[in-house]
């Protein structure tokens, strides 16, 4: 009952005018961020955190939530009708959204695939409703030995997944500390690495890092790759075809492939590292295993489309959680929302909730209102985004330049940071190109500070014995739960991997 109240009391705060109105803003975004190829919810959010500076908290952050999840939707169209994935986490839906089209039937995957994000995010926002409590009023019990163990298992769980690449990825992070030791000692007033600068006596401020490496790299990257000299592709004219609409049979035998794909779905996305992709890949490789008729995925099948669409979605709402009750984020994205929350003096994790209701519980309101909004922008307004895929990126890229330099300089009104957002730029181009992970840099820049405070604190507290991470009943969970986690996502990684390379082999 509680938690009925807290929910109407949040509808309350995100159906006021401006709140709606920013909520679609953020809707048409995320859609259009990931309706362009080379670019990911991660780059959109770090291009777009500036943007709302000044803004009321609550309609910032459910506006940037509405871009992370809106560009679940919108990478899905790429996928469909130019076999190119929008972001990551629709690859899978390439195996079978583009055969679909190939044999006639694209407009009945783009509805499916709409109504699958629907279900999946609809299903991710419910079980946060429920679970997001829960999870808050277990994790008041941490102190800082806690916190600082939480920050190691984002880091560690988030290396795994990194897979063959994780020595690039661990040098990836330890950049990130690096950075993240830049300013004042709080503990001895001591400078550290300031180089007598005093712009950076407090610190390398972690969004012109964040929107260097995830906005201005992907654009060099998709440069470098020749995308600027093409920017249309071949799209499969989905207006031509005689039946656009979904049939019945495609409604019926896809019904508990949305059950499946959802519940999935959330469960990786809670675990911090995991991550939609991971989540579709699952899915899809699930989906196949228990289907009568698996000779058909990666030919068409609708069953393909529908699990990794329900699954991807239904993850980005799972990792809400362990970003608004322990504020760890599992990914770049939710660590350029975290930075967001920050950005306004909030500090998501177990007490958040609870000093933070209306805006904690608008934002999960907001979650049911976006994914309804979504699903109406999917399915009508499908042509307008075909015509952004075919703005090319000679036009796109200046753009993305121009509004990462003043989005940066709005924030502080500091050269120092856009000449760091230039050079974190050129750095996350070779981060691509050479294999090395953005992402674990910019979570090592976050969560490095956090983590450095809380061992400072928890040493403190145990006057310098690491025994204290053993003798609390809550530390041992986190380091069991940690270690199943090691032991486990990387078996995950190469189920999903196999299942991947045998879905494309087929459909090849």
């Known amino acids: 009952m509680d938690i009925f109240a807290d929910l109407m009391m949040g509808l309350s705060v995100a159906i006021s005018p401006i709140n709606i109105v920013y909520l679609l803003i953020g809707a048409m975004v995320g859609m259009v961020v990931g309706v362009i190829p080379g670019f990911g919810p991660s780059a959109g959010l770090a291009i777009l955190l500036p943007v709302t500076f000044g803004m009321d908290p609550i309609g910032a952050i459910m506006m940037l939530a509405a871009i992370y999840y809106g560009a679940m939707y919108g990478g899905t169209i790429t996928s469909i009708l130019l076999s190119t994935p929008g972001e990551s986490a629709t690859v899978a839906s390439t195996f079978d959204g583009f055969p679909l089209a190939k044999n006639g039937r694209a407009g009945a995957a783009l509805v499916m695939q709409a109504a699958a994000s629907f279900v999946g995010g609809t299903v991710g926002v419910i079980l946060i409703t429920v679970l997001a409590p829960l999870f808050s009023q277990v994790s008041r019990s941490f102190g800082p030995p806690e916190y600082f163990l939480l920050a190691m298992m984002g880091m560690l769980t988030l290396l795994v997944m990194i897979g063959s690449n994780w020595k690039l990825g661990v040098i990836s992070a330890l950049i990130g500390f690096a950075l993240g030791t830049v300013g004042v000692d709080l503990e001895t007033g001591q400078s550290r690495y300031t180089f007598g600068s005093a712009e950076l006596i407090g610190g390398i401020y972690f969004i012109p890092i964040a929107i260097g490496l995830f906005g201005l790299g992907e654009l060099f990257f998709a440069f470098y790759n020749g995308l600027h000299k093409t920017g249309t592709g071949s799209i499969i004219q989905y207006d031509k075809e005689d039946r656009f609409w979904p049939t019945a049979h495609d409604w019926i035998s896809t019904r508990m492939t949305m059950v499946r794909g959802s519940i999935l779905g959330f469960i990786v996305g809670v675990i911090p590292g995991a991550g939609a992709t991971i989540a579709s890949l699952m899915a899809y490789s699930a989906e196949r295993s228990v289907s009568k008729t698996p000779e058909k995925f990666g030919k068409g099948e609708m069953a393909g489309l ?179 986690l090691l032991v486990l996502l990387p078996l995950v990684t190469r189920f999903s991997n196999t299942s991947a390379g045998e879905a494309e082999k087929a459909g090849s």
């Open 306 to 484: 529908v699990a990794p669409e329900t699954a991807n979605n239904a993850a980005s709402s799972g990792a809400m959680i362990p970003l608004l009750t322990l504020g760890i984020p599992g990914s770049a994205s939710t660590a350029v929302l975290l930075a967001a929350f920050l950005l306004w003096g909030l500090r998501p994790g177990p007490l958040f909730m609870t000093q933070n209701p209306e805006l904690a519980w608008g934002l999960i309101a907001s979650m049911y209102l976006g994914n309804m909004a979504l699903l109406a922008i999917s399915i009508f307004a499908i042509p307008l985004f075909v015509q952004m895929i075919k703005i090319p990126y000679r036009v796109l890229g200046p753009c993305v330049v121009v509004v990462c330099a003043l989005g940066t300089f709005s924030v502080h009104a500091s050269f120092i940071e856009v000449y760091l957002m230039f050079g974190a730029g050129i750095v996350g181009f070779f981060m691509r190109l050479y294999g090395f992970s953005p992402a674990a840099l910019v979570l090592a820049l976050v969560l490095g500070p956090l983590a450095e405070e809380a061992l400072r604190q928890t040493l403190t507290i145990s006057r310098g014995s690491f025994s204290i991470f053993i003798e609390r009943s809550p530390s041992l969970w986190i380091i069991g739960i940690t270690i199943a």
